[in-house]
């Protein structure tokens, strides 16, 4: 079992619309919780993290983690088409490592 | 500023054959962590250097090494290339050795495809 789960997808929504992307983890030693983006062909940049339960808020982007079920979210209000890349969960083991889930490829359409 | 950057970009190796990979991390950053990324899958951490000493290694075999100079730029290696190394090979910087987000930012560069035939 991997330490870290995630639907690799695809997922394709109409421009607008609220996403929601998943990841669960079976480690309970995780603390920082991260979300990446990753267009193709480059490296992966840091959307958000967070280290508690609970939601954290960025423009159209919310992070939601719930540690008592091992479970993280990422929220996408109004997706654009500049929104489609795929999006990896990670998680921080020992302070040095980030752990990643397999990455969920989001095609928004127009 | 100049972000995180590897060469080359693209290589294309022989089974048997050996790879070097190059990292310049962002000015003042003196960690760097190397990670394989297989199509389709996360990112895998293979390596953290800090201050040029192995500060923490992945499950990978003693075929993958790295190394790290006195101006924080780094080296991944790895002898006797199998099909299965094909992949795209990340380099990240970060300004301290723990990692989280905010000041101890993880950067990544853009990678290098290395391409095992």
């Known amino acids: 079992q991997k330490e870290v789960e995630q639907d690799p997808g695809p997922l394709s929504v109409p421009e607008g619309a609220i996403v929601s992307l998943n990841c669960t983890y079976s480690n309970s030693a995780f603390q920082y919780f991260m979300w990446y983006r990753q267009y193709s062909r480059k490296g992966p940049e840091l959307l958000m993290y967070t280290y508690s339960s609970g939601n954290k808020e960025d423009g159209r982007f919310t992070a939601q983690v719930d540690k008592s079920s091992k479970y993280i979210s990422l929220f996408i209000r109004d997706s654009q088409p500049s929104d489609s890349a795929t999006y990896l969960c990670?998680?921080?083991?020992?302070?040095?490592?980030?752990?990643f889930g397999q990455g969920t490829r989001l095609t928004i359409n127009p | 500023d100049a972000g995180v950057t590897q060469s080359p970009t693209h290589l294309i190796k022989t089974r048997g054959q050996q790879v070097t990979l190059r990292c310049s991390p962002i000015s003042g950053h003196k960690s760097v962590s190397w990670y394989q990324q297989v199509l389709g899958q996360g990112p895998q951490f293979i390596f953290q250097?800090?201050?040029?000493?192995?500060?923490g290694r992945g499950n990978f075999p003693d075929r993958f090494s790295a190394r790290q100079f006195p101006n924080y730029s780094s080296e991944l290696n790895v002898n006797a290339l199998l099909l299965g190394d094909s992949a795209l090979y990340l380099c990240?910087?970060?300004?301290?050795?723990?990692?989280?987000?905010?000041?101890?930012?993880?950067?990544f560069g853009p990678g290098t495809r290395l391409t095992v035939t």
């Open positions: 250097y800090y201050e040029k000493e192995e500060r």
């Open positions: 990670a998680m921080i083991q020992g302070a040095q490592k980030l752990v």
């Open positions: 990240a910087s970060s300004p301290r050795m723990k990692i989280a987000g905010g000041l101890y930012e993880q950067y």
